[in-house]
């Protein structure tokens, strides 16, 4: 095209090309503004929980499945009439899973919604930043599925209602040592997350006490594609299974590279993986692979079995463990709300630290003096892209 | 030796595939002595753009076998796409900045690379979760030689990489239209007084990368089938790694791109299984410094006195 007769021509096309950016940009910009559920904010008849998820990116179904099971919690609690009179709304920001917008997320649902609890995150290095703001803030935090120790270090404000990697990892360990009667594991983490690091260092110890050897541990970055490095030195050694306590996307996308590699060793995983991504993901690669979990569909008891039902009649499918631990956390939340004499930060603290004995679908919860609970661990197997019970592990007492 | 051989065949499927996103760098700088940087967010369409056709063709329900051509098919489509999209790129963010200074079309690059990442994560365009691609291209195990598997995939994978290298490598110096795009980067003015139509080859230029960039994009979703989200930050690294390729063997060097490409594919994965798995992104850069301190033009590079 030539310069001077199409001239205006091209102007044209460079102001409809500016307002189409400016289109695009605009769209970006409302997609950016985080999930909020509509509604006006704090009202003196409601009692505003705020949530801080990854509502998208690589772990996105953590933040989704949160979601579910605290607003199944709090329909349930809103039809049999609220709190002290008033209902409760859950207000959702999105995390996008990166360490440095959990902060950013509580920091908003504090100060500018000015909700009175928060509920959230699921990954460890997340609900450690979130939890120094409601710490800082003085509003207190249940975490429904953080497992590293760290987490409720934070602070008095900060609890949760799962059990710990430190138990999590020593659950794997025993199942690897005397079910799956392995004597060599190699172990791939994550190095980017608290969460992997401690899973990692726990179950590393339990197996070595069971009398195990790690053959090696090798490392990898969150959202990192290629493995084969990795698991070329972990197939030289051998090992009788694999540990990855990452979380399910890049648990998926190493099952696929270890088959490739004709790395045949079982996986062996911890709650990260407990997605329906995973099975997608993952394919006929993660087919038999194992992994601990917080709770299993298939349990008897009458508490999964209602909660089962509830789910079903608003939702397709199966609640994954991180609907159910929501769910006891928004529970455990409201026992709490109704027993504390008034719902500031400290009553509301001190009422959900004597929690004792709750019935909750993941176990009964007690909060020790460490503002953890103390319950058991399932191990599941993937067959046919479905968790499924194989044993259940006790606390150690 | 399994090992050895196991990382050697790595590094050559990922080293190809770096050179094949270099080759859209370098060209784009070889014609406008700028950096493209939504150049890696071509790439990243070129994979997903692949995963929606899959989507839309019912090839990514599970237990679907797509037609044996049916990867390249989506092969070619997904490069033609790209390729607009890379020409329309060119004609409506850099073209108006032809006569601007350099860092008003590099910021505008900048723009356009996350204007891309953002509207990718729309939720009617790729969404926000990664995707299980499905298995295009036929795979099976053809040799395996001391304990390691040559696979199809991965042949077809870097022989198309090889296949459209030399395919550039002839358009470039052997056709007419390659002659003019040396010429235009040779010099853009005196090219516009012998008669080339510079605004015409500079779209071709970015055309052709952009397609490049789109085979590439399959290619790794082919190895690597847990497409992440569109605006993971991994997608930004990898690209980088290709710029660094492009810089290593001479920015404005075709040959060079494809050198670089292989180099930082082999640096990567021998340091990762030989080191420390922990440093791979170490490795890669630092070849970039020591690259720049010692040979600043690159490896293939020249070095040129500025023109004032």
Request: hydrophobic share 50%; net charge positive.
């Given at each position: ?29 409302s997609?950016?503004?985080g ?13 505003l929980?705020?949530?801080?998820g ?6 996105a ?33 999105d995390?996008q ?12 649902l ?5 909700v009175?609890a ?14 120094r703001?409601a710490?800082?803030?003085g509003?207190?935090m ?12 934070v ?15 020593e ?20 190095q ?27 490392a990898y ?7 084969s490095?990795q698991l ?7 090992p ?6 990452g ?18 060793a ?18 006929a690669?993660?087919?038999?692979s ?16 209602a ?12 609640p ?7 769910y ?20 509301l603290?001190a009422a959900?630290a ?9 176990g009964?919860?007690?909060?020790d ?11 599941v ?17 | ?27 784009v ?22 995963f ?40 409506f ?35 926000t ?9 036929p ?14 995939v ?10 459209l ?13 390659g ?5 235009v ?34 290619l790794y ?10 605006a ?9 790694k ?12 075709i040959?060079?791109?494809m050198l670089?490409?292989l ?9 990762a299984?030989?080191?420390s798995p ?7 850069f ?14 293939l ?8």
């Amino acid at each position: 095209m030539a310069r001077g007769p199409n001239h205006s021509v091209s102007r044209i096309v460079r102001r409809a090309s500016a307002a189409i950016l400016a289109l695009a940009a605009t769209l970006v910009l409302s997609a950016c503004g985080g999930r909020t559920t509509p509604g006006p904010a704090p009202a003196p008849d409601e009692i505003l929980v705020g949530h801080y998820g990854s509502m998208t990116g690589s772990e996105a179904t953590f933040g989704r499945s949160s979601d579910e099971g605290f607003l199944l919690a709090v329909e349930e609690r809103n039809a049999k009439g609220g709190v002290k009179g008033k209902k409760v709304r859950v207000k959702t920001y999105d995390t996008q899973g990166k360490t440095q917008e959990a902060g950013t997320a509580v920091t908003r649902l504090v100060t500018d919604d000015k909700v009175v609890a928060l509920l959230g995150e699921v990954a460890s290095s997340l609900s450690i930043a979130g939890g120094r703001v409601a710490q800082q803030y003085g509003v207190p935090m249940i975490t429904p599925a953080s497992t590293n120790p760290a987490v409720t270090q934070v602070g008095d404000m900060v609890f949760r209602v799962c059990f710990l990697d430190s138990f999590q990892g020593e659950a794997v360990a025993k199942f690897a040592a005397r079910s799956l009667k392995a004597k060599k594991v190699a172990i791939l983490y994550d190095q980017g997350q608290a969460y992997s690091k401690g899973l990692k260092d726990y179950f590393g110890a339990a197996f070595a006490a069971l009398g195990g050897t790690v053959t090696t541990e090798q490392a990898y970055t969150g959202g990192d594609q290629d493995f084969s490095a990795q698991l070329t030195t972990i197939r030289e050694t051998m090992p009788d299974a694999v540990f990855v306590p990452g979380y399910y996307t890049d648990a998926g996308n190493v099952a696929i590279q270890a088959r490739r590699l004709g790395l045949t060793a079982p996986l062996l995983g911890g709650d990260g993986w407990d997605s329906a991504k995973l099975a997608e993901i993952g394919g006929a690669a993660i087919e038999g692979s194992y992994f601990s979990n917080h709770y299993s569909h298939e349990d008897p008891r009458p508490e999964v079995q209602a909660f089962l039902a509830a789910y079903r009649a608003k939702h397709h499918g199966t609640p994954d463990a991180m609907v159910a631990l929501a769910y006891d956390a928004a529970r455990l939340l409201f026992d709490a709300m109704d027993r504390a004499p008034s719902l500031s930060g400290k009553d509301l603290a001190a009422a959900i630290a004597a929690t004792k004995d709750f019935a909750g679908v993941t176990g009964k919860i007690t909060i020790d003096a460490d503002r953890n609970a103390n319950k058991s661990a399932v191990i599941v197997q993937m067959k046919g892209g479905v968790p499924t019970f194989v044993e259940s592990i006790p606390p150690a007492e | 030796m399994t090992k050895l051989l196991q990382t050697a065949m790595d590094a050559v499927a990922v080293g190809s595939l770096y050179a094949l996103i270099a080759l859209g760098y370098t060209m784009v700088y070889g014609v406008l002595k700028f950096i493209n940087f939504a150049h890696s967010d071509i790439f990243v369409l070129g994979a997903w753009s692949s995963f929606a056709m899959a989507a839309a063709l019912g090839w990514t329900k599970a237990g679907a076998t797509p037609p044996l051509l049916g990867g390249f098919a989506i092969l070619l489509a997904s490069m033609a796409f790209c390729a607009a999209a890379g020409i329309a790129i060119e004609r409506f963010a850099y073209r108006p900045l032809r006569g601007a200074p350099r860092l008003n079309v590099l910021i505008t690059a900048i723009g356009v690379s996350l204007l891309l990442q953002n509207v990718g994560q729309l939720p009617f365009v790729f969404g926000t979760q990664p995707q299980r691609m499905p298995q295009l291209l036929p795979d099976r195990v053809l040799a395996s030689v001391a304990g390691v598997d040559l696979r199809l995939v991965d042949l077809i994978g870097a022989g198309t990489a090889v296949a459209l290298m030399l395919g550039l490598e002839a358009l470039v110096f052997r056709t007419k239209l390659g002659r003019a795009m040396r010429a235009v980067s040779w010099d853009v003015k005196t090219a516009a007084l012998m008669g080339i139509p510079v605004d015409r080859v500079v779209a071709f230029t970015f055309g052709l990368g952009s397609a490049l960039a789109a085979a590439a994009g399959l290619l790794y979703a082919m190895k690597y089938p847990g497409l992440n989200q569109p605006a993971h930050a991994t997608w930004v690294l990898l690209g980088l790694k290709a710029f660094v390729a492009a810089v290593v063997g001479g920015i404005g060097n075709i040959r060079g791109a494809m050198l670089g490409g292989l180099l930082i594919g082999a640096v990567e994965l021998f340091g990762a299984a030989y080191f420390s798995p922990h440093l791979r992104d170490l490795y890669v850069f630092t070849l970039l410094i020591l690259v720049l301190l010692y040979r600043p033009a690159g490896l293939l590079g020249r070095a040129a006195v500025e023109k004032v």
